[in-house]
Protein backbone atom coordinates (compact mmCIF):
# COMPACT_ATOMS: atom_id res chain seq x y z
CA UNK A 1 0.00 0.00 0.00
CA UNK A 2 1.22 3.38 -0.90
CA UNK A 3 2.97 4.85 2.19
CA UNK A 4 2.75 2.05 4.53
CA UNK A 5 5.64 0.72 6.44
CA UNK A 6 6.92 -2.29 8.44
CA UNK A 7 9.47 -2.18 10.43
CA UNK A 8 10.52 -5.27 13.67
CA UNK A 9 14.02 -5.07 15.23
CA UNK A 10 12.88 -7.92 18.06
CA UNK A 11 10.33 -9.29 19.92
CA UNK A 12 7.51 -11.65 18.89
CA UNK A 13 4.48 -11.21 16.61
CA UNK A 14 1.62 -14.43 17.26
CA UNK A 15 -0.84 -14.92 14.76
CA UNK A 16 -3.40 -17.17 16.95
CA UNK A 17 -6.32 -17.72 14.58
CA UNK A 18 -6.05 -18.69 11.22
CA UNK A 19 -9.08 -18.80 8.30
CA UNK A 20 -8.00 -15.77 6.23
CA UNK A 21 -9.02 -15.63 2.81
CA UNK A 22 -8.33 -12.66 0.57
CA UNK A 23 -5.53 -10.98 2.59
CA UNK A 24 -4.39 -14.38 4.36
CA UNK A 25 -3.91 -14.10 8.39
CA UNK A 26 -0.72 -12.12 7.81
CA UNK A 27 -0.65 -9.87 5.10
CA UNK A 28 2.73 -7.55 4.53
CA UNK A 29 3.55 -5.69 1.36
CA UNK A 30 4.16 -2.23 2.79
CA UNK A 31 5.58 0.67 0.56
CA UNK A 32 8.69 0.15 2.70
CA UNK A 33 10.11 -1.80 5.79
CA UNK A 34 13.30 -2.94 7.74
CA UNK A 35 13.56 -6.07 9.39
CA UNK A 36 16.34 -7.05 11.33
CA UNK A 37 14.94 -9.00 14.18
CA UNK A 38 12.49 -10.91 15.93
CA UNK A 39 10.14 -13.63 15.62
CA UNK A 40 6.81 -14.32 13.65
CA UNK A 41 5.05 -17.27 15.25
CA UNK A 42 2.03 -19.07 14.08
CA UNK A 43 0.48 -20.86 17.31
CA UNK A 44 -3.04 -21.24 18.27
CA UNK A 45 -1.50 -22.04 21.50
CA UNK A 46 -0.06 -18.24 22.35
CA UNK A 47 2.77 -17.69 25.11
CA UNK A 48 0.26 -15.28 26.32
CA UNK A 49 -3.52 -15.29 26.04
CA UNK A 50 -5.99 -17.37 24.53
CA UNK A 51 -5.72 -20.74 23.47
CA UNK A 52 -7.73 -21.77 20.44
CA UNK A 53 -8.51 -26.13 20.64
CA UNK A 54 -8.88 -26.65 17.24
CA UNK A 55 -6.74 -27.03 14.01
CA UNK A 56 -5.86 -23.54 12.70
CA UNK A 57 -4.96 -23.00 8.74
CA UNK A 58 -2.84 -20.09 7.97
CA UNK A 59 -2.24 -17.91 4.78
CA UNK A 60 1.04 -15.85 4.21
CA UNK A 61 2.08 -13.06 2.27
CA UNK A 62 5.17 -10.83 2.77
CA UNK A 63 6.68 -9.29 0.21
CA UNK A 64 9.45 -8.13 2.54
CA UNK A 65 12.17 -10.12 4.36
CA UNK A 66 10.55 -11.81 7.84
CA UNK A 67 13.49 -12.73 10.64
CA UNK A 68 12.51 -15.83 12.36
CA UNK A 69 9.49 -17.82 11.20
CA UNK A 70 7.85 -20.61 13.66
CA UNK A 71 4.97 -22.58 12.88
CA UNK A 72 3.38 -24.52 16.28
CA UNK A 73 1.24 -26.92 16.43
CA UNK A 74 -0.89 -27.72 19.92
CA UNK A 75 0.41 -30.84 21.88
CA UNK A 76 -0.79 -29.98 25.31
CA UNK A 77 -4.20 -31.94 25.54
CA UNK A 78 -5.90 -32.73 22.67
CA UNK A 79 -3.17 -32.37 19.52
CA UNK A 80 -3.95 -29.48 16.95
CA UNK A 81 -2.00 -28.98 13.64
CA UNK A 82 -1.20 -25.77 12.65
CA UNK A 83 -0.96 -25.58 8.93
CA UNK A 84 0.49 -22.42 7.32
CA UNK A 85 0.52 -21.86 3.27
CA UNK A 86 2.15 -19.38 1.41
CA UNK A 87 0.09 -17.11 -0.69
CA UNK A 88 1.70 -15.38 -3.27
CA UNK A 89 4.79 -13.79 -2.83
CA UNK A 90 8.19 -15.40 -2.58
CA UNK A 91 8.95 -16.20 1.37
CA UNK A 92 12.67 -14.70 2.45
CA UNK A 93 13.62 -15.74 5.79
CA UNK A 94 16.87 -13.80 7.11
CA UNK A 95 16.65 -15.92 10.77
CA UNK A 96 15.84 -19.40 11.09
CA UNK A 97 12.66 -21.03 10.14
CA UNK A 98 11.47 -23.26 12.11
CA UNK A 99 8.50 -26.29 12.54
CA UNK A 100 8.35 -27.09 15.98
CA UNK A 101 6.23 -30.46 16.58
CA UNK A 102 5.04 -32.94 14.35
CA UNK A 103 1.25 -30.84 14.52
CA UNK A 104 3.07 -27.97 12.50
CA UNK A 105 3.71 -27.92 8.69
CA UNK A 106 4.49 -25.40 5.87
CA UNK A 107 3.62 -25.71 2.19
CA UNK A 108 5.02 -23.97 -0.44
CA UNK A 109 2.31 -23.48 -2.76
CA UNK A 110 5.25 -24.37 -5.41
CA UNK A 111 6.61 -20.26 -3.97
CA UNK A 112 10.26 -20.18 -3.45
CA UNK A 113 11.91 -19.55 -0.17
CA UNK A 114 15.09 -18.40 0.68
CA UNK A 115 16.62 -19.56 4.06
CA UNK A 116 19.45 -17.17 5.30
CA UNK A 117 19.45 -18.83 8.86
CA UNK A 118 19.47 -22.71 9.79
CA UNK A 119 16.49 -24.64 9.44
CA UNK A 120 14.74 -27.23 12.11
CA UNK A 121 11.70 -29.24 10.81
CA UNK A 122 10.10 -31.32 13.41
CA UNK A 123 6.97 -31.47 11.27
CA UNK A 124 6.04 -31.44 7.69
CA UNK A 125 7.70 -28.92 5.27
CA UNK A 126 5.60 -29.59 1.66
CA UNK A 127 8.16 -28.32 -1.46
CA UNK A 128 5.75 -28.16 -3.94
CA UNK A 129 7.44 -27.15 -6.97
CA UNK A 130 9.24 -24.73 -5.78
CA UNK A 131 13.17 -23.74 -5.30
CA UNK A 132 14.18 -23.76 -1.61
CA UNK A 133 17.92 -21.38 -0.96
CA UNK A 134 19.80 -21.31 1.54
CA UNK A 135 22.20 -18.15 1.51
CA UNK A 136 23.73 -17.57 4.54
CA UNK A 137 26.73 -18.14 6.74
CA UNK A 138 26.93 -21.20 8.75
CA UNK A 139 23.63 -23.09 7.83
CA UNK A 140 22.12 -26.29 9.21
CA UNK A 141 19.07 -28.40 8.54
CA UNK A 142 18.34 -30.10 11.35
CA UNK A 143 14.97 -32.39 13.08
CA UNK A 144 13.52 -35.53 13.55
CA UNK A 145 11.39 -35.31 10.44
CA UNK A 146 12.52 -35.92 6.70
CA UNK A 147 13.31 -32.75 4.91
CA UNK A 148 12.97 -33.18 1.12
CA UNK A 149 13.10 -30.78 -1.37
CA UNK A 150 11.97 -29.85 -5.52
CA UNK A 151 14.74 -27.83 -6.60
CA UNK A 152 17.61 -26.85 -3.89
CA UNK A 153 20.61 -24.35 -4.17
CA UNK A 154 23.21 -24.45 -1.57
CA UNK A 155 25.18 -21.06 -1.45
CA UNK A 156 26.46 -20.14 2.20
CA UNK A 157 29.24 -18.26 2.38
CA UNK A 158 30.25 -21.15 4.78
CA UNK A 159 28.31 -24.25 4.71
CA UNK A 160 24.91 -26.39 4.89
CA UNK A 161 24.98 -29.00 7.18
CA UNK A 162 22.64 -32.19 7.09
CA UNK A 163 21.50 -34.31 10.21
CA UNK A 164 20.25 -37.01 8.28
CA UNK A 165 18.63 -38.52 5.16
CA UNK A 166 17.01 -36.16 2.18
CA UNK A 167 15.80 -36.36 -0.91
CA UNK A 168 16.06 -33.49 -4.00
CA UNK A 169 13.56 -34.97 -6.78
CA UNK A 170 14.55 -32.36 -9.56
CA UNK A 171 18.04 -30.19 -8.74
CA UNK A 172 20.67 -29.45 -6.74
CA UNK A 173 22.59 -26.51 -7.27
CA UNK A 174 25.96 -26.26 -5.24
CA UNK A 175 26.96 -22.61 -6.16
CA UNK A 176 29.65 -21.76 -3.37
CA UNK A 177 30.20 -23.14 0.15
CA UNK A 178 30.01 -26.41 1.14
CA UNK A 179 27.07 -28.71 1.55
CA UNK A 180 28.33 -31.20 4.40
CA UNK A 181 26.10 -34.43 4.88
CA UNK A 182 25.54 -35.93 7.99
CA UNK A 183 25.01 -39.33 8.93
CA UNK A 184 21.97 -40.57 6.38
CA UNK A 185 21.58 -40.65 2.57
CA UNK A 186 21.39 -37.78 -0.12
CA UNK A 187 19.07 -38.84 -2.64
CA UNK A 188 18.80 -36.88 -6.25
CA UNK A 189 16.36 -37.76 -9.06
CA UNK A 190 17.14 -35.73 -11.97
CA UNK A 191 14.11 -35.36 -14.94
CA UNK A 192 16.12 -35.14 -18.17
CA UNK A 193 15.16 -33.06 -20.65
CA UNK A 194 16.15 -35.97 -23.12
CA UNK A 195 14.07 -39.21 -23.77
CA UNK A 196 16.70 -40.80 -21.47
CA UNK A 197 15.03 -42.23 -18.26
CA UNK A 198 14.90 -40.69 -15.19
CA UNK A 199 18.20 -40.86 -12.86
CA UNK A 200 18.37 -41.82 -9.48
CA UNK A 201 21.98 -40.60 -7.83
CA UNK A 202 22.37 -41.92 -4.41
CA UNK A 203 25.57 -41.48 -1.60
CA UNK A 204 25.77 -43.21 1.51
CA UNK A 205 27.34 -41.47 3.98
CA UNK A 206 29.01 -43.27 6.67
Excluded at 48 to 65: F, K, R, V
Excluded at 140 to 160: A, H, K, R
Aim: with cysteine.
Amino acid sequence: NEGSEFTMSGGTLTIVRGGGTTYGDLYLRPASGSVTGGTVIFSQSPAGGTLIDATQSYLLDANTPLNNLTVTGKTAGTNRNADLSLMISPLVVNGSLTLTNDRSSLSSNNRNITIKGNMVNNGTYSHGTNLTLFDGGTQTISGTSVTDFYDLEVSPVTSLTTSGSFTVNRNLNIVSGNLVLGSGLLTIWVICQTTEPILMITQPVA
